[in-house]
């Protein structure tokens, strides 16, 4: 097959990131380019202005054809605002043969009865993520073809999100130019690329603190078993910080990006930091133990959120691989630590593994190791084992919108 350029878009609510990527000829996948754009008109992850939104899709079209011309008639894109919802759903059918040999017909019957589910209009389904098959009766199967039984049947969860939203964020990427050939629920995209196998196993919460939203992705025993997006994120440090400090939304982000710790403990109670010096109009100092105070606040904030939803599904304190961050949010120091401290789980920075991508230089890999970046990998990753579970062309945006994403497996 000719190779068939990919272009990854995670449309956050003050960046853009964007993965180009290539499928080759003998089916490896090379990451080609990273880059990072600003975004208007996205808030908390609904838009609230398709033109601004429009318009910041546009740049980056116009800075890609340059060097990638048919790029963005290949677009997979990010969706993830706190209006999503999980459910879970059985699907139960008689195998159809007289041998009881299941075939992929009875598998395709199974996951259709567990798609029958009653929406209200206004939702569209995202994913229907198969967790398990079960055979008369005998449960943790992954693939049931060729397996023998009289009952076959199917533990999905569905992903449902707000279709206004959706197609509101369509519309803005297909008015700029792009064509969409899937989408996918930021958590599960952030999932694929950061975390591994054992940890899935062994069970694992993602957290990945955006700019605008924190997204959770929790799994165990190789299964999904939850998704959220919570509607705060790291926007919410900087709007504290302005007003607690008295200084300007930009630079509140700028003291927040150099000054700021998760962990107010952990930085000097008397080192003073002259306001004016990063905004003019703003009067005397303040104490980076003071900022410190104002961000780790707000951060257990978030993470009070991600323990609520832990104990909803009963697995607060009880996920041996323990919580992995990724997103901008996550660099910020002490994050570690107050993750740790907060959810009473072991905690670390997600790192992706490259070892099976083709990169051109040491560069590129770098910026794609950052933590901002995993949600776009993820998507790129994800495209990737899409085309080789069925290579064809998808068939629109609106084909796009109605396609569940059941290969889409933990």
């Known amino acids: 097959m000719a190779a068939t350029q990919i272009l990854a878009l995670d449309i956050g609510s003050a960046n853009i990131k964007a993965i180009v990527g290539e499928i080759r000829k003998d089916g490896k996948l090379a990451l080609l380019d990273a880059l990072r754009f600003p975004s208007r008109g996205l808030r908390k992850g609904l838009v609230d202005d398709v033109t601004d939104l429009t318009s910041a899709i546009s740049q980056v079209f116009i800075e890609l054809r340059q060097n990638y011309p ?22 139960i059918v008689a195998v159809s043969r007289a041998d009881y040999q299941i075939y992929k017909d009875d598998i395709a019957r199974v996951v259709q009865a567990a798609q029958a589910i009653n929406l209200p209009p206004n939702r569209t389904i995202v994913h229907l993520i198969n967790q398990e098959f079960l055979v008369d009766n005998v449960g943790d199967i992954r693939d049931p073809l060729g397996m023998v039984g009289s009952r076959l049947e199917v533990n999905t969860l569905i992903v449902d999100a707000f279709e206004p939203a959706v197609k509101s964020l ?23 690329s950061i975390l591994t196998r054992n940890q899935k196993d062994l069970g694992v919460a993602l957290v990945d603190v955006g700019f605008g939203t924190t997204g959770l992705a929790v799994y165990e025993e190789g299964k999904l078993i939850d998704v959220a997006v919570f509607p705060v994120g790291a926007s919410n440090v900087t709007n504290d910080l302005a007003i607690g400090l008295k200084v300007s939304i930009e630079a509140a982000e700028a003291i927040k990006c150099t000054f700021a710790s998760a962990l107010a403990k952990e930085v000097g109670a008397r080192e003073m ?22 961000t780790e606040m707000r951060l257990s904030e978030i993470f009070e959120f991600v323990q609520n939803e832990l104990k909803r599904i009963g697995k607060a304190g009880r996920l041996p691989a323990g919580v992995v961050l990724v997103g901008g949010g996550a660099k910020l120091p002490g994050m570690v630590e107050l ?42 990753l994800w495209s990737h084992n899409q085309s080789l579970a069925a290579p064809r062309k998808p068939s629109g945006v609106s084909g796009a919108l109605r396609k569940l994403f059941d290969q889409f497996l933990p």
Do not use: M, W, Y
């Open 70 to 91: 048919e790029v963005q008639k290949n677009i997979f894109l990010n969706i993830g605002n706190a209006h999503a919802k999980v459910q879970s759903s059985r699907g």
């Open 170 to 192: 369509v519309r803005a990427v297909e008015t700029a130019g792009g064509e969409i050939a899937g989408l996918i629920f930021g958590p599960l995209a952030s999932s694929q």
């Open 273 to 294: 930091i002259d306001l004016r010096k990063i905004d003019p109009r703003a009067k005397g100092a303040a104490t980076r133990r003071f900022i410190g105070e104002i």
């Open 339 to 380: 993750a740790r401290q907060e959810l009473r789980l072991p905690s670390q920075i997600g790192e992706p593994d490259l070892s099976g991508l083709e990169l051109p230089n040491g560069e590129l890999a770098i910026r794609v190791e950052e933590p901002e970046f995993a949600c776009a990998l993820g998507l790129i």
